[in-house]
């Protein structure tokens, strides 16, 4: 129903701005100037290359290149017409100083400014500061119609292209059925201004629109109200008749209303574009050809049609939110269709309870916002949900935008946040103490703050002690309590009123003075302060007391001699002595006020306060002294209990000084002090540390640590004296380990220490050989004790023993007893026994030899090892030689290869 009311109103309002069919005559008092020249009364005026307009006086009309106006119709005719001048500034004419520079120029002073252009061929204004420009200067409203089958290209340099201004009343500018192109370099391509407040409209039927507007604040199009940045005004486009609309530099309006743009009532629109972006209103047929450049888009919105009608190439984006494309575009560009928001409404909510409720709407990758939600509530950009805590009652009008890279799409919703009861009412007294007569005002407040009805009544329990209006102001009547309750949504709070009798009392601190007492002479005391509070519910009026011995002064709270005191106030006086004569001085000070008063008694008293000191004997290193008597108060010292004799200082007795006897000594490692004690006082003592010395009485041995003896020596009161301390810490030096496992400083034995052959083991001794054979163990020489072979002791005629470690020979006389095979040898030694192996080889058996050869066979026998003699007798032969030398090669391989093992 709102919707179809809107409609209504909407074409109410475009019927009213359609021209009559019917022209007018033109409004009195108005003039219009073309290329500078005056053409208010009518008449006909040629165009040149150059861009003059000159008045035509030939006969009938111009063949071409003209301009003609109808006075009778308001009617300007542009046939085929260049114009290049613009209006000279002239204060002798009548707007000759407010439309100065236009190519086309309408004023009226004192009324509206209305023209109807129509256009016949092509038609040019340029080089002009303003092109068309419409002015109704103080009253009335300004109208243009450009009108005709023919076309304008307007151009500018210091205003407009095209210019309607209204001072007082609307601006209209409507084109029909005209192809129109109007730019201008430093300002708008077309400025619609109307006073503030009133209307400001554009309307294109049929034809195009093409406005460029350039510099710091030109737009292609431009509504404008009153002189300020900002003002109230309706602006509105109309586009009908399948018009097309391009504002280069975009759509500009001053006023708090947004634009509205509407369709002609032939249920037909036309095309916007505000920049770069496009969109088409209403149902559009494209008559002419029309190309969305690189870069700008076209918006297709919900109830809205295009039909391409093979004229429309798309080289940009096509974004369709809901509405109807006929037709296949053609181009490189993009159609992309934006989000079409599919929640038809938003649930209510209420005021302190959560809220949650999700947005919907086709198309994809949607970004949310919107604006208008209620206090305590908001819109997750990514999830579209609306949630939060509504915190005040209200009904709101919410916009809901879904955005992507398409586009975007918003819809209107009523969100009601309900009310809230009444949960809590507090008053900001509970209790009040009040005295007959007196008044206050009782403040309520209702919670939440967002109730609905925050209405409170009062009312009083007993009105005979206290009454309250309904604003909340309560009097007090007599003695006694009531109770003031303060209602709200069924909400009570309640405020105890208790009325009392006014009484006049008062409390003085301290109670009594008592100044300290001073010795002649000394300075007067101090003021000491005293205080008086009000404990009545009346203010009273205090007077200072009088007094002979003492300075009264009033402080805080006093004027002079007087004090008025609240109730629970204080005001406060000083009392300073000013008799300072030896002797007691007393009196009573009385303090009083409009109903009573109060006594403070004072006491100050002159003289010495003796106290006795003991005489003091002497010590070794203080004075003693004589028994004296000492003032407390000045400090004064006398020579007797009645203060009568006084004395400069105590009388001193002379110190006795030590006697000291021998120290005690204190080690601390290798430091020492010595300390001396008084024999006349045990508690003084001195200690002095030691110079020490040192000598080494017992070098370290291996395992054991050495001693060094220390002395210390102190010098004191004129007498050396020393002592002795031996120590043992020098440390053991620690075993040197030889290889045969004994210690090389002081032969210990190395624990764990296993002798072991380093030599001879695992030989072989071929029988014959002639030769002992020696074997070595690492164990001391001194430490030999017995050698086995195969585990039985052997008698020591059949093998030496040597130094060199120790070395075991086995005689070859002892080796030819023994069978052939492996033995063992066991070196025992007092550090362990070290085992080694060896192998007994059977003589080689000799060939019988040839009788043809006997010398070149036994030759041969001898260098292949022949059996040696078991005497072991000289054999010097060849033979022997070469066994010898092989038994010794062998004996060596043996050693080198067990060693490598090792």
């Known amino acids: ?224 109200f009153g002189s300020r940045d900002y003002n109230s005004g309706t602006p509105s486009l109309t586009v009908s008749g399948n018009a097309i609309v391009r504002a280069n530099g975009g759509i500009a309006n001053n006023s708090s209303s947004p634009i509205q743009y509407e369709t002609g009532s032939d249920s037909t629109g036309g095309i916007v574009f505000d920049g770069n972006t496009g969109t088409v209103h209403g149902n559009v047929t494209l008559q002419n050809p029309l190309t969305i450049g690189e870069g700008e888009t076209l918006t297709i919105p919900e109830d809205s049609t295009l039909n391409t009608n093979n004229n429309l190439t798309n080289n940009g984006i096509i974004v369709n939110t809901g509405g109807t494309l006929n037709g296949e575009p053609g181009g490189t560009g993009t159609i992309e269709t934006a989000p079409i928001i599919t929640t038809d409404s938003l649930s209510n909510g209420t005021v302190g309870q959560d809220y949650n409720q999700t947005l919907h709407a086709d198309g994809g990758n949607i970004t949310w916002s919107a604006t208008g939600l209620p206090a305590g509530l908001t819109l997750d950009a990514a999830t579209g949900v609306i949630s939060g805590t509504p915190a005040t009652a209200e009904e709101c009008t919410v916009t809901v935008t879904a955005t992507n890279s398409a586009g975007e799409a918003s819809k209107e919703y009523t969100l009601t946040i309900e009310a809230v009861p009444v949960a809590n009412v507090t008053l900001d007294h509970t209790v009040l103490a009040l005295f007959p007569g007196d008044t206050t005002a009782l403040t309520a407040t209702v919670e939440p703050d967002t109730a609905t009805d925050k209405t409170v009544t009062w009312e009083s329990s007993d009105p005979n002690v206290a009454t309250v209006n309904q604003s909340g102001k309560v009097t007090a009547v007599a003695p006694g309590t009531a109770t003031i309750t303060a209602t709200a949504g069924g909400k009570t709070a309640t405020c105890t009123v208790t009325v009392t009798p006014r ?274 163990s690492n164990a001391a020489y001194a430490d030999f004790q017995e050698a086995r072979v195969d585990g039985q002791p052997l008698d020591p005629v059949h093998y030496t023993v040597e130094q060199g470690s120790t070395i075991v020979t086995l005689k070859a006389a002892y080796l030819e007893s023994l069978d052939p095979g492996e033995h063992t040898l066991d070196i025992v030694s007092s550090t362990g026994t070290a085992t080694a192996t060896f192998t007994i080889t059977a003589k080689e058996t000799q060939q019988p030899a040839k009788p043809a050869d006997t010398d070149r066979t036994l030759a041969k026998s001898a260098g292949d090892g022949g059996q040696l003699s078991r005497s072991g007798s000289d054999i010097m032969p060849a033979v022997a030689t070469l066994a010898i030398l092989m038994a010794s090669g062998l004996v060596l391989g043996t050693f080198v290869l067990r060693r490598g093992r090792r």
């Open 1 to 224: 129903m709102k919707r179809f009311l809107y409609l209504l109103c909407a074409l109410a309002f475009c019927l009213a701005l359609t021209p009559s069919t019917a022209l007018a005559a033109a409004p009195n008092g108005q003039v219009i100037y073309v290329g500078n020249e005056n053409v208010t009364s009518g008449g006909y005026w040629t165009t040149g290359s150059d861009g003059t307009v000159t008045q035509y006086t030939g006969p009938d009309t111009p063949a071409d290149n003209y301009v003609h106006y109808d006075a009778d119709t308001n009617t300007l005719t542009l046939h085929n017409a260049t114009i290049k001048k613009g209006l000279d500034y002239n204060e002798n004419i009548t707007g000759g100083t407010f439309i100065i520079g236009s190519a086309i120029g309408v004023f009226n002073q004192n009324g509206a400014a209305e023209l109807t252009i129509t256009l016949e061929g092509t038609n040019t204004i340029a080089e002009v500061g303003k092109g068309i420009y419409v002015l109704a200067s103080s009253t009335g409203g300004a109208t243009l119609t450009i009108t005709g089958d023919g076309s304008l290209d307007a151009s500018s340099s210091v205003n407009s292209g095209i210019l309607v201004q209204s001072n007082g009343g609307n601006a209209t500018l409507s084109i029909e059925n005209a192809e129109v192109t109007t730019t201008s370099s430093s300002s708008d391509g077309v400025l619609v201004q109307a006073q503030e407040g009133s209307n400001a409209s554009l309307s294109v039927n049929g034809g195009s629109l093409t406005a460029t507007g350039s510099g710091t604040y030109g737009a292609g199009i431009k509504f404008q």
């Open 503 to 776: 009484t006049y009392t008062v409390s003085v601190n301290p109670t009594s003075i008592e100044f300290d007492t001073i010795c002649p002479g000394d300075t007067q005391p101090a003021a000491q302060s005293v205080t008086i509070t009000n404990t009545g519910n009346q203010t009273v009026e205090v007077t200072l007391p009088a007094a002979t011995g003492y300075t009264i002064t009033g402080d805080e709270g006093f004027t002079g001699n007087t004090a008025s005191i609240e109730p629970e106030g204080t005001a406060t006086f000083t009392v300073q002595p000013n008799d300072l004569t030896a002797g007691n001085h007393s009196e009573t000070l009385t303090i009083s006020w409009n109903n009573g008063n109060h006594p403070l008694p004072v006491g100050f008293t002159v003289g010495h306060e003796l106290t006795g000191v003991a005489a003091k004997a002497p010590t070794c290193t203080e004075d003693g002294y004589e028994a004296y008597w000492k003032c407390e108060r000045c400090n004064e010292l006398f020579s007797d209990a009645d203060g009568k004799t006084p004395i400069p200082a105590p009388t001193v007795i002379k110190a006795t000084g030590h006697q000291w006897g021998e120290p005690a000594w204190t080690w601390d490692g290798t430091t020492a002090t010595a300390t001396f004690t008084c024999k006349n006082d045990a508690s003084h003592t001195d200690i002095v540390t030691a110079a020490v010395t040192s000598t080494v009485t017992t070098d370290p041995t291996c395992t054991e640590n050495g001693v060094t003896e220390y002395t210390a020596t102190v010098e004191h009161d004129g007498t050396t004296y020393t002592d002795t301390k031996n120590v043992t810490d020098i440390p053991a030096t620690g075993h040197d380990w030889g290889e045969d496992g004994h210690c090389t400083i002081c032969d210990a034995v190395k624990p764990g220490f296993m002798p072991e052959i380093i030599q001879g083991d695992e030989a072989t001794w071929t029988k014959g050989d002639g030769q002992p054979l020696s074997f070595t």
